[in-house]
């Protein structure tokens, strides 16, 4: 599946450990060592190491994407539509990277896969197309926990007088379902949602949700760009009809790509310029494709595949987990992503354990009794200083950390409205370490202490 690509870089070094070497030790040893495929995370600023802690904006890429952009360019940039053998090979690695993508996330195979702009994109295109089989009085639910590109193409179908509703948080920012059981008994015809929230990092118990929503005659629109970079997803046993994600949050380039689930494709209608491929969902991808980003792609594929063979190679096994009987590019691709999250839980408990220690902190989401069920993405402020104050004092230290609502705009209203409905927010991958955790909290007490000074 994976072409030849110069990887010459990689340090090879990996043996595989000591059998006494606990999970723990593996999952810490196999994650140290993939900074080693980072070559932006050698990077400084003022003669310090720049800490990237603002990964749910978007990922850095590893040196397997550069080589595959690099390849492409040198290779087989060509046009589709051509007898040309370049552009056969090119139109075969889009057809190759869909279905990487589809081993990605769960998928039945790359017919359920389309590459687009990013995830805004498809959510627009979906809203547009289901938009099209609403009536005025019919309803749909969007929640209050979202990132707005599942939220506001929705809000603009209320134009129609389609009824949109706002499925309600809890004070922890969390979905209320018994919230969501009021809603459903208006029997709405979609509910679009997130997998997890950008801002608090709470992961939505999905399955649950499409259960729920499937049973009240209701079709489900996931927004799975923040859980994908985190945690080994599963369209099909989620059960959702439609769902968008972003590459450049998968250690990939800025694009993204979009899952129909064969069964509902009959409730689109493409607009290509030839139809012949109108049954797969791909037909979203109209005119030419970014085939550089495509390639891009592959490559933050190759590089996660590498991830899961280090892991392995470290004595981790998936024989206990639902990826073990899946078909190998998915074993290969969705592994390293099972091992990626089972190792930022140990981040997790290190940063809140740590962030417990400040004083005048305010964490939104889940609490550190319940780290379980969250990524690690942390939204707080602090008593009596300014979020973009705090933010760009850490920017002057070289921490990369987002202020401001995060497109969380009703969740960060709800949660932080004494703040302006603004927090800061660590976000990380399985690329940071706790060690930076420890540098980022010794900067951290520094930074705290001297705008405490300015403002006494």
């Known amino acids: 599946m994976f072409a030849t690509v110069n990887k010459s870089f990689v340090l090879y070094f990996f ?9 723990a030790q593996a999952l810490k ?4 060592h993939t900074r080693t495929y980072f070559p932006s995370l050698g990077n400084s600023y003022k003669g310090r190491p720049v800490l990237f802690f603002d990964n749910s904006a978007g990922a850095q890429v590893s040196q397997f994407v550069i080589d595959r952009v690099t ?15 370049r552009t056969a090979e090119m139109q075969q690695t889009i057809v190759d990277a ?33 938009g099209r089989d609403l009536q005025a009085g019919d309803h749909i639910i969007i929640t209050e926990a979202d ?7 929705w809000m603009e179908l ?34 679009a949602v997130g997998w997890a929230s950008n801002a608090t990092g709470t992961i939505h118990d999905m399955p649950r ?32 009809d439609f769902a968008a994600f972003s590459t450049y949050k998968i250690f990939g380039p800025h694009m993204g790509f979009g899952y129909v689930n064969r069964d509902r494709l009959e409730r689109l209608e493409g607009w290509r310029i030839q139809h012949e491929l109108e049954r797969d969902s791909y037909f979203f991808e109209v005119g030419s494709q970014n085939h550089e980003g495509i390639e891009g792609f592959i490559g933050s594929m190759e590089y996660l595949a590498q991830v899961t063979k280090d892991a392995e190679g470290n004595g981790l096994s998936l024989d206990k987990t639902p990826l073990a009987n899946s078909r190998p590019s998915r074993h290969e691709i969705a592994g390293a992503m099972h091992f990626a999250h089972e190792y930022e839980q140990q981040l997790t408990d290190h940063f809140l354990a740590k962030l417990a220690d400040v004083e005048g902190v305010v964490l939104y989401g889940k609490s550190a009794e319940q780290a379980d069920e969250r990524l690690p993405v942390f939204s707080f402020n602090i008593e009596g200083i300014e979020t973009d104050t705090l933010g760009h004092a850490l920017n002057d230290a070289s921490i990369e ?16 409205e004494p703040f302006g409905g603004s927090a800061l927010r660590i976000s990380l991958v399985h690329y940071n370490t706790v060690e930076e955790i420890d540098l980022f909290f010794g900067i951290f007490a520094q930074v705290l202490t001297d705008l405490k000074m300015k403002v006494d």
């Open 158 to 191: 209320a134009e129609r007088d389609i009824h949109v509703h706002l499925w309600n948080v809890d004070a922890q920012g969390s979905l209320d379902f018994d919230h969501y059981e009021q809603l459903l008994a208006l029997k709405p015809k979609l509910v």
């Open 209 to 240: 949700i499409t259960a729920m929503a499937h049973r009240a005659g209701a079709l489900v629109v996931a927004d799975g760009v923040q859980a994908a970079s985190h945690i080994a997803m599963d369209v099909k046993a989620a059960d959702v």
């Open 401 to 416: 950390a987002r202020t401001g609502n995060y497109l969380a705009i009703n969740l960060m209203k709800r949660l932080a």
């Open 29 to 32: 040893h196999t994650f140290e």
């Open 15 to 23: 043996q595989r450990k000591d059998d006494s070497m606990n999970e």
């Open 98 to 130: 869909r279905q990487l993508a589809a081993d990605l996330v769960g998928a039945t195979d790359h017919t359920e896969i389309a590459f687009g702009q990013n995830a805004t994109n498809f959510f627009h295109l979906y809203a547009h197309h289901l």
């Open 147 to 153: 990132h707005h590109a599942n939220v506001n193409p």
């Open 71 to 85: 390849d492409y360019y040198i290779h087989r940039n060509a046009q589709k539509g051509t007898i040309f053998t």
